[in-house]
């Protein structure tokens, strides 16, 4: 067997991979809730290991990041919860995006895509600003943005950047209303200031949309 033949059966069984694990994660979509994250890994000494080795996985499988930063919250509490749920983010998107390179190799055009060629089109375009902007704004789901723009000709580089400053707002949100939600369940007072946070992170995020959705959608 040659060398391409072994790029070829290793693309295809990776993606197969892929797909079986997704299929999964929508059979058991039930169980993947913040409280089950946290029941899941908070009473193991690796549990923030873990906890990221699990973010990579839920990025490649589509499964909601609001969930798994909650669950950060939820779990490693206000300031260590961001951390984690920040570096699992980045670590998920960049094996999604070099996943996505690694398989396609050239076999499919994404900016030639009827609805989303134009935002793919911009950012490769833009460099990280725009992938800041797309990560901002709700164009599509973070999973599968990973694997798009992984698709695109957009610097690694840039596209981590981009991806760093766009998640922000969101993660910040994600991960606060996580620990208070833990603050709460635990009869505990101090529920109040990750709450608040949370809020405001949620606003920043609403506002940047309402003022760059024109910029990306035009």
Do not use: C
Not at 6 to 13: D, F, N, Q, V, Y
Request: glycine letters at 14%; a positive charge; aromatic letters at 12%.
């Amino acid at each position: 067997m040659t060398l391409a033949s072994l790029r070829h059966a290793g693309r295809a069984l990776l993606l197969a991979a892929i797909l079986a694990g997704i299929a999964l994660a929508w059979l058991h979509r039930d169980a993947l809730t913040p409280s089950a994250i946290e029941a899941a890994l908070s009473h193991s000494r690796a549990a923030p290991i873990l906890f990221l080795a699990g973010h990579v996985v839920a990025s490649l499988l589509f499964i909601p990041r609001a969930l798994v930063a909650a669950g950060a919250g939820l779990m490693f509490g206000l300031w260590w919860g961001l951390l984690w749920a920040t570096l699992g983010s980045m670590l998920g998107s960049a094996t999604g995006f070099l996943v996505a390179r690694y398989i396609n190799s050239g076999l499919l055009d994404i900016e030639g895509l009827p609805r989303f060629g134009a935002y793919f089109q911009r950012a490769e375009r833009g460099g990280w600003p725009m992938v800041a902007l797309l990560r901002v704004l709700p164009v599509m789901n973070h999973g599968f943005l990973n694997y798009a723009l992984g698709l695109t000709k957009v610097r690694f580089a840039d596209y981590l950047l981009g991806s760093f400053l766009g998640q922000i707002p969101s993660t910040v949100a994600f991960v606060e209303f996580g620990a208070a939600g833990g603050q709460l369940a635990g009869g505990k007072a101090g529920w109040l200031w990750p709450m608040l946070i949370g809020l405001v992170a949620l606003a920043v995020a609403y506002g940047l949309r309402r003022l760059f959705r024109g910029r990306v959608a035009g």
